[in-house]
Each structure stands twice: as C-alpha cells, then as structure tokens.
C-alpha cells in the first residue's frame, strides 16, 4: 500500500513558480511510474504529466495551451519524491494538483488516466492571480 502525500501548492502571481512535491511512502516508490493531474474548479480532471520509473520516458499533456514547456515533471527514486516544477504560471493553472502512482511495469502511449493509477494523493492546490 502507498500512501502519496503532495506539497509545495499555494497562491502566486501570474508567471511565477512553484514547485510540487509528492512524498512516497509504504511501498517500493521506484517501481512505479508516476503521474501528476489536475482539477480545476467546474471542470474535470486532466492529466498534466508522467514520469516512468526509470525516468527515461517522459510525457506532458499535450491539448491546446497545455503545460509542455513550462511544467517539469522529475523524480528522485532514493527520496521516494516525486516532482513537478512549474514555471511561467498563468491563471488556468490554478486548480487542485494531485500525484498518482501506476503499477503497471510498461505503460503504452504519451498519457495516463487517473483510472490507471492505483495509488492517488490527496490534493495540493494551486492559485495564479493576474
């Protein structure tokens, strides 16, 4: 059983940073491929980015205006952290961040669904003001 535990949300203004970690603990961390998603209020929620547990695949949400380019999604496996830097924040940014961990030893294509985790945190949010 893995409990994720995000932190590192909070306000701030329109093009800055912040940066999300999500702590791991209670199982083996490095096996899983790891995910961050995000909900804004009155929309569903959306995939942001996935890091696979060796950190060699990367892959960032790819709709319109989307976060490639601006957010990093990183890990570091001695840790048990999982990370995700965000920078040049812009007001549809702001929703609730959340980390996921995905069992599954290879996961095919660019994305990943939050009904493809097993273990989900609880949520850290993120305000941008203009």
């Known amino acids: 059983q893995v409990q994720l535990v995000e932190s590192g949300g909070g306000l701030v203004q329109a093009g800055g940073s912040l940066r999300l970690s999500c702590a791991a603990s209670g199982g083996a961390f490095s096996y899983y491929n790891m995910g961050w998603f995000r909900q804004a209020p009155g929309k569903e929620r959306e995939f942001v980015a996935r890091?696979?547990?060796?950190?060699?695949?990367?892959?960032?949400?790819d709709y319109v205006d989307s976060v490639k380019g601006r957010f990093t999604i990183s890990r570091d496996n001695a840790k048990n952290t999982l990370f995700l830097q965000m920078n040049s924040l812009k007001p549809e940014d702001t929703a609730v961040y959340y980390c996921?961990?995905?069992?599954?030893?290879?996961?095919?294509?660019?994305?990943?669904?939050?009904?493809?985790?097993?273990?989900w945190g609880q949520g850290t949010q993120v305000t941008v003001s203009s």
């Open positions: 890091i696979s547990w060796s950190a060699v695949n990367i892959y960032y949400a």
């Open positions: 996921a961990a995905d069992s599954r030893a290879v996961r095919p294509g660019k994305s990943l669904t939050w009904s493809d985790c097993d273990y």
